[in-house]
């Protein structure tokens, strides 16, 4: 197996070299039949299913907004949900022909099953999930963290929160041949510091969806979501935490929401909004050395004074140990 691996390394880097530019073509023919379809087609949401957790506020709140002007039933699911009352009033005036409200935690499994089969109860149906409930944490630098335990309850709910609903409502949906949407984030792939936990939570469920996808082949649809900042409760409060991320400017909830559900019905394999976000990814897969040198100096991350003062540090303990 070590000749196989010493082979494939001599071999494959130019041969990739070679594959590349003849495989574009046809693939820039491929996506141009996608998009003309995707111009012609786009789902209709009419009397559809929708089942939104995190509902209650930010951006699930203008998701379900969004799919009521499309005339979807809407299944509303939120820890708090008292929350959900005006929301669900909202909705129905807005052209949603009915709408139920289910308090619930994403992290348990219990709740997750419970949702999942009170929407069916009452609708019958499924035809878009939509994972959108989480959490974001007060931003902080890792190394300073002695528990990482107190972590827990983001990956809780972000992952986790988003891996139960969908597992309950795999077979639902392929019944109706319908659609995942899971709100990830931008942060998911071009992480930025003093915000690790959730970062990481949120590369896992880009991971795992994109793992779904492969393994569910055309059953079901998988529409990955990878926002930037967008103005809501919880980036709100990360600003005020964190000053040095106010440098990133906000989009709107009500857009993120409209892109979100456009995405979907066009069948998007990913949605990203604000759409300037997606231009971060080809410098972070080709320049990673720059991008983290770039992010250091504007989060007032500099590695070289943080390890003089170590080194300060550790060099006056020494002398102090040498005294005695």
Known sequence: MSLICSILNVALPPLSLI??????????????????????YKENM??????????????????AYEYARKGAKLSLVDIREENLVVVA??????????????????????DSKRFVDETIDHFGQLDHLVNNAGIG???KLIEDCSDATKYTSIIDINFWGTVHGTLHAIPHLKKSKGRIIVIASGCGWFPLPRLSPYNASKAAVISFFETLRIELGWCIGITIVTPGFVKTKLASKAYKDEPSLRIIPMGSAFECAKDIVNGACRGDMYVTSPSWVKVLFPFKVLYPELVDWVQQ????????????????????????????
Not at 19 to 40: G, S
Not at 46 to 63: D, F, H, M, P
């Open 19 to 40: 594959l590349l530019p003849i495989i574009m073509l046809p693939y820039l023919f491929f996506k141009l039949l996608i998009h003309l379809k995707k111009l012609v």
């Open 46 to 63: 009419a009397r559809k299913v929708v089942l939104i957790t995190g509902a209650a506020s930010g951006i699930g709140e203008q998701l």
């Open 89 to 110: 009033e909202m909705a129905r005036s807005l052209g949603s022909p009915d709408v139920i409200n289910i308090g619930a935690d994403v992290s348990v499994v219990q």
């Open 137 to 139: 944490g007060i931003p």
């Open 297 to 324: 100096h504007i989060f007032g991350l500099l590695p070289n004074h943080s390890c003089e003062k170590d080194n300060l540090h550790m060099s006056k303990n020494s002398q102090v140990f040498k005294s005695h």
